[in-house]
C-alpha cells in the first residue's frame, strides 16, 4: 500500500549550518544560496537570526524581497527583542528556541522551569500578536523529561503555536529512540511535529527517517549535512531516504539536489567527502571490475537508483580492480574505437598504472590510447601567455593569452550577442578577436585567433584560474567543479599534484597534473580538461 504522508521541508543552511566553524556567508551569498533552495523546493527557508548584526539582518531582508515561494523563518530567543529585529526583516515566522534540559537550564540558563516556560509563552504571544507563524523548538530536548515537553507544547497550544519542534541537540538519539519520542509527543499533542537532528554519533539521517516515519511532519536539515561540530542531517539523504525507501514525498526537485549541494559547497568553502552518499563525487563511481559487468547488463545492480535523478553522474574509474568489461565500457562512453591490439595494450597499461598505486583519469587514459595509437591529442586551445601579479599589498591579477586551433569554431548557434558574454569583442579582421564593449553579433563562421583577458582572484592560483573561465565564457561554456592539490614530495620546491573536475554539460572530466608551480600546475591541469572536453 502506498504510503500518502508527505513531508514538510525545513532547511537551515543559512543559520545553523552558517555556525559550522570557519564558515561566514556574506549577504550576496545568503541571497543566491535562499534562491537556490527556493529553486529547490524547500518549503521553509530559516534565512537567519537577525539580532545577530546588521549585515545579517540585511541579507534576511533581501531575501524576503525577492518574494520567494519558500516561507522565510528567523531564529529568536524568546525574547521580544529578538523578535522586533525580526519584525524589523518582514519576515515571515520565527523560530523561537529555549532550552528544556535540565543541564541546559541549570547550567547555561540558570533559570527554573517555570521562568523558562513563562518566557517562551509570552514570546509566543508576542509573535502572533505581530502576525507571525511561530514554531517552538525545545533545544536539547532529546535529555529532556518528555513529559516537561509535552506540557511545555500544550501550554504554547493555547497561544495557538503553529509548529513544536523536538531537538537532538547533541546528537544522542538512536533511531528506535526517535521514533519512541516522537510517537509519545504526537500523541499528546494538537500542533505538527518537527524533527531537528545533529550528526555528532553518525545517526542525523537515520534519526530525522525515523521521526518521520513515526509521525512528526517536518524535518530540519542543511545542505550537505553543514552545521555545528559534526554537521545536522543532510537535506538530500533525508529526502531520498524518505521518499525510496519509506515512499513519504516532499516538494523537493530531486534532480537539483546535486546542482544545489556543489553550488553551495563553493560558496561556503567546504568540500563534499567524495565518498558522500547521493550527490558526492564516488555515489555513483564503480572500478571494480565484477560490479562493472553488472552494471553494464543492468544498472540496478549496483546502484540502488539512477544517478540522473539526483542531479549526479555515473562515473567508470579505471584502475588494478578494474576488468576488460570496464574499460570497453568506458571507451564506449568517450566513443573511442580500438582494435584488438590496441585495447590489450591499453588494458596492460591500465593494470600497469593501477600496480603502482594509481587510477586514471579521463585524460591519463586519452594520453596512453595517443601514445599506442602514435598520435598526438588534438588541442582546441593552447595558453599562449600566463602573468600572476600578487603580494601581500597587492590583490592577485592574472593575465592570459589563449590562442586558439585553425580548425576551432565555437559556433553552434546561428549568432550570439557579444554583450551576453562576460567579455564583449571587436572583429578585426576574419580570424582575430579582441576585447571590446559593444554589442555587434558574430556568426557562428566566424574562426577564433586569440583572446587576452584578465581577472583578481583571492590568491594567484584562484586569479589565473579566473582568468581562464572568464576568456572562455560564451566560447565554451564549462564549469570547474573541484579543485584539489597535495604535495608529492617535501621542501619548498616539491612537487604539486593539482586534480580539477571539470563539467560541460552533462559531461565530466577529471584531469591530474603535476608540476613544482602550483600556478602552472593548476592551469595546464585546467587547459587540458577544457581541452578534452571540448
Do not use: W
Not at 578577436?433 to 558574430?442: F, L, S, T, V
Amino acid at each position: 500500500m502506498k504510503n500518502s504522508k508527505k513531508v514538510v521541508v525545513f532547511d537551515t543552511t543559512l543559520r545553523d549550518g552558517e555556525q559550522t566553524p570557519s564558515i561566514s556567508i556574506t549577504p550576496s551569498n545568503k541571497l543566491e544560496i535562499a534562491m537556490e533552495l527556493d529553486k529547490l523546493g524547500v518549503n521553509i527557508i530559516e534565512a537567519g537570526s537577525p539580532i545577530t548584526s546588521k549585515g545579517e539582518r540585511e541579507a534576511i531582508k533581501q531575501i524576503v524581497n525577492q518574494k520567494l515561494n519558500a516561507e522565510i523563518c528567523s531564529f529568536v530567543r524568546s525574547l521580544p527583542l529578538d523578535i522586533d529585529k525580526a519584525l524589523e526583516c518582514n519576515v515571515d515566522s520565527v523560530h523561537i528556541v529555549i532550552p528544556t534540559s535540565e543541564i541546559h537550564m541549570k547550567y547555561k540558563m540558570k533559570k527554573s522551569k517555570e521562568e523558562i516556560v513563562e518566557s517562551a509563552l509570552k514570546s509566543i504571544e508576542y509573535a502572533k500578536e505581530h502576525g507571525l507563524v511561530v514554531e517552538l523548538s525545545a533545544e536539547d530536548a532529546t535529555r529532556s523529561d518528555p513529559e516537561f515537553l509535552i506540557e511545555l507544547f500544550k501550554n504554547a497550544e493555547e497561544y495557538n503555536i503553529d509548529r513544536a519542534c523536538i531537538c537532538d541537540t547533541v546528537g544522542i538519539l538512536t533511531p528506535d529512540k526517535s521514533s519512541l519520542l516522537v510517537k509519545k509527543i504526537v500523541e499528546n499533542i494538537k500542533t505538527p511535529l518537527s524533527i531537528h537532528c545533529h550528526n555528532d554519533f553518525g545517526m542525523a539521517t537515520a534519526n530525522t527517517v525515523a521521526g518521520i516515519n513515526a509521525g512528526a511532519k517536518e524535518c530540519h536539515v542543511t545542505v550537505n549535512g553543514l552545521g555545528e561540530r559534526a554537521g545536522n542531517a543532510p537535506i538530500d539523504e533525508v529526502v531520498m531516504t524518505l521518499d525510496k525507501l519509506y515512499d513519504i514525498k516532499s516538494d523537493i526537485v530531486h534532480s537539483q539536489l546535486s546542482k544545489t549541494s556543489r553550488l553551495i559547497s563553493k560558496l561556503v568553502k567546504v568540500p563534499i567527502p567524495a565518498n558522500k552518499s547521493i550527490v558526492g563525487e564516488n555515489a555513483f563511481s564503480h572500478e571494480a571490475g565484477i560490479h562493472v559487468d553488472g552494471l553494464i547488463k543492468n544498472t540496478s545492480t549496483y546502484e540502488p537508483i539512477l544517478p540522473e535523478e539526483v542531479g549526479n553522474n555515473r562515473k567508470i574509474i579505471l584502475g588494478k580492480h578494474s576488468g576488460k568489461s570496464a574499460l570497453k565500457y568506458k571507451l564506449s562512453l568517450m566513443n573511442i574505437g580500438l582494435n584488438n591490439k590496441e585495447f590489450n595494450q591499453v588494458y596492460d597499461k591500465v593494470k600497469a598504472y593501477g600496480d603502482l598505486g594509481k587510477y586514471i583519469s579521463d585524460i591519463d587514459l586519452k594520453t596512453i590510447i595517443s601514445e599506442i595509437k602514435g598520435v598526438n591529442i588534438a588541442k582546441k586551445v593552447y595558453l599562449d601567455e600566463l602573468t600572476v601579479i600578487s603580494g601581500n599589498k597587492v590583490t592577485p591579477l592574472a593575465s592570459i593569452n589563449l590562442k586558439f586551433a585553425e580548425d576551432y569554431n565555437p559556433g553552434g548557434i546561428d549568432s550570439f550577442e557579444l554583450s551576453d558574454l562576460s567579455n564583449s569583442f571587436d572583429l578585426e579582421d576574419s580570424t582575430n578577436i579582441r576585447k571590446r564593449g559593444d554589442d555587434r553579433k558574430i556568426s557562428k563562421d566566424i574562426k577564433l585567433d586569440n583572446i587576452r583577458e584578465a581577472a583578481y582572484g583571492v590568491g594567484p592560483v584562484d586569479a589565473a584560474i579566473n582568468a581562464v573561465r572568464k576568456a572562455l565564457t560564451g566560447v565554451a561554456d564549462i564549469e570547474l567543479e573541484g579543485y584539489t592539490v597535495k604535495a608529492v614530495s617535501s621542501g619548498t620546491d616539491a612537487l604539486i599534484e593539482v586534480i580539477v573536475n571539470l563539467r560541460r554539460g552533462n559531461e565530466v572530466v577529471e584531469v591530474k597534473k603535476a608540476h613544482s608551480d602550483i600556478i602552472e600546475a593548476s592551469v595546464e591541469a585546467l587547459m587540458d580538461g577544457i581541452n578534452l572536453l571540448l
